[in-house]
């Protein structure tokens, strides 16, 4: 399994930001991708988990009602769409896959980790 994150970048408070995960190497079905993101000094937090194929959902309360997480099957690629962005949000962002559709955000249960990618808000 591979996963490649794409999308961040530097953005100013208040404003918005699209990251894109594309998956390959498993021909499974029914998996789970999750974003997870890690600031400097702090653990790797869970912050949105989306299911194949049936595109249930799962938020982080840090970012419910801010970050929208969807899935193209047909591509097997994840988006975070994340908007009102402010400074807490800045880390790195990684995606991540398990093939375990009950998983949520805890990090142990998800076997497959992008390289990331850096989202700065600056303030």
């Known amino acids: 399994v591979q996963l490649v994150e794409s999308g961040g970048g530097l953005v100013q408070a208040g404003g918005s930001l699209r990251l894109s995960c594309v998956a390959s190497?498993?021909?499974?079905?029914?998996?789970?991708i999750g974003w997870f993101r890690q600031a400097p000094g702090k653990e790797r937090e869970g912050v949105s988990r989306?299911?194949?194929?049936?595109?249930?959902?799962y938020y982080a309360d840090s970012v419910k009602g801010r970050f929208t997480v969807t899935l193209d099957n047909a591509k097997k690629t994840v988006y975070l769409q994340m908007n009102s962005l402010n400074s807490e949000d800045t880390a790195v962002y990684y995606c991540a896959y398990t093939k375990f559709t009950t998983s949520l955000l805890a990090v142990l249960d998800y076997d497959y980790w992008g390289r990331g990618t850096q989202v700065t808000v600056s303030s």
């Open positions: 190497g498993f021909s499974i079905d029914d998996y789970a």
């Open positions: 989306i299911i194949s194929p049936t595109g249930s959902t």
